[in-house]
């Protein structure tokens, strides 16, 4: 069984620090990798995609990607508190277009 | 541009009783899944079908049944619900194609089975 590790959380920071989420996976063979955004009682959304190893960066959102270490992050700058929500980390299954995801990490940003 | 649909938003079932979720898709996408997500548990892949005309099934399969429609429809079936369906329950597209694996998740359907 595939696995995508994330702490629950919650994470707290301040208006205005930087948030770092974590994820680890089992699948070696993984390519594609992705952060989702989850408010409560909605559906999650798509705000980073990642391929290559090295940073990836849109807006104040930077992924960070080492298949080596099989981990991958996401950075938040300038947290905002909408930015609070659940963030999940899911990784595409080698040799199938699906994906494994994490239970998600918990952000909470305090004005 | 709607992108992925789903009804309904919210449903009330009895023990034993079948249904069918809807879902629906207008970015011309290949793949199309379904998951379910439940407190503790994180999204789980019930089926998916990769491309038009193939259907597979997922981590959590037992008690469903689904249906590719065509291309822009996927439902998933409840044939005799059970208390432990109750979750909600997401649709989701993807392109599959050029090596664009993003999914894209519809708005969930809520169910509870009494």
């Known amino acids: 069984q595939k696995e995508v590790e994330q702490n629950s959380g919650p994470l707290s920071v301040p208006e205005g620090a930087i948030a770092s989420l974590n994820c680890t996976y089992s699948?070696?063979?993984?390519?594609?990798f992705f952060w989702y955004r989850q408010y409560s009682g909605k559906s999650p959304e798509l705000i980073m995609s990642?391929?290559?190893?090295g940073d990836k960066e849109d807006g104040r959102f930077t992924a960070q990607l080492n298949k080596a270490s099989q981990y991958v992050s996401l950075l938040i700058r300038d947290s905002q508190p909408s930015d609070s929500a659940t963030y999940l980390c899911?990784?595409?299954?080698?040799?199938?277009?699906?994906?494994?995801f994490g239970k998600g990490t918990m952000l909470l940003v305090s004005p | 541009n709607a992108g992925v649909t789903q009804t309904p938003k919210f449903q009330v079932l009895k023990t034993g009783q079948s249904m069918t979720l809807q879902c629906a898709q207008d970015?011309?996408?290949?793949?199309m899944y379904w998951y379910r997500q439940d407190p503790g548990m994180g999204l789980r892949l019930i089926y998916y079908?990769?491309?038009?005309?193939?259907?597979d099934k997922g981590e959590v399969p037992n008690g469903y049944n689904v249906s590719r429609l065509n291309k822009r429809e996927f439902s998933l079936r409840l044939e005799s619900a059970a208390p432990s369906q109750t979750s909600v329950y997401f649709c989701?597209?993807?392109?599959?194609?050029?090596?664009?694996?993003?999914?894209?998740f519809g708005p969930g359907t809520r169910l509870t089975v009494t």
């Open positions: 699948d070696r063979g993984s390519q594609s």
């Open positions: 970015m011309n996408h290949n793949s």
């Open positions: 989701a597209s993807s392109a599959s194609s050029g090596g664009r694996d993003e999914q894209y």
């Open positions: 899911a990784v595409r299954n080698s040799g199938y277009s699906t994906l494994t």
């Open positions: 990642i391929y290559s190893n």
């Open positions: 079908s990769a491309s038009e005309g193939t259907t």
